[in-house]
């Protein structure tokens, strides 16, 4: 049975740091893909980083600088650090596995407010 599952969202002041954990379970994890996505109120879900088996990474442009998405083939687990923390980026975070067939976690609440 495949799971993925996200931590270490919660609360944060504005410029403040988090980072979120992805373990993945069930899957040959060094073979996948892996991302990070969120979704805020009323919008849809966006992607934030990915990571292919290999290492190369790619982000979207409101993030770059600011998050660094990483992985540990031996934890099975994907990291997304995330640094200088807007209001906007207030969210519900999620972690996808990707190969052949997609698997979704149930996501981390990210608040970031004063």
């Known amino acids: 049975q495949v799971q993925v599952v996200e931590s270490g969202g919660g609360l944060v002041q504005p410029g403040g740091s988090l980072r979120l954990s992805c373990a993945a379970s069930?899957?040959?994890?060094?073979?996948?893909?892996m991302g990070w996505y969120r979704q805020a109120p009323g919008k849809q879900r966006e992607l934030i980083a990915h990571?292919?088996?290999?290492?190369?990474?790619n982000y979207a442009g409101f993030v770059k600088g600011r998050f660094t998405i990483s992985r540990d083939n031996a934890k099975n687990t994907v990291y997304l650090q995330m640094n200088s923390l807007k209001a906007e980026d207030t969210a519900v975070y999620y972690c996808n596995a990707d190969r052949t067939t997609n698997y979704w976690g149930k996501g981390t609440r990210v608040t970031v407010s004063s």
């Open positions: 069930g899957i040959i994890f060094s073979a996948y893909a």
């Open positions: 990571i292919t088996p290999g290492g190369t990474t």
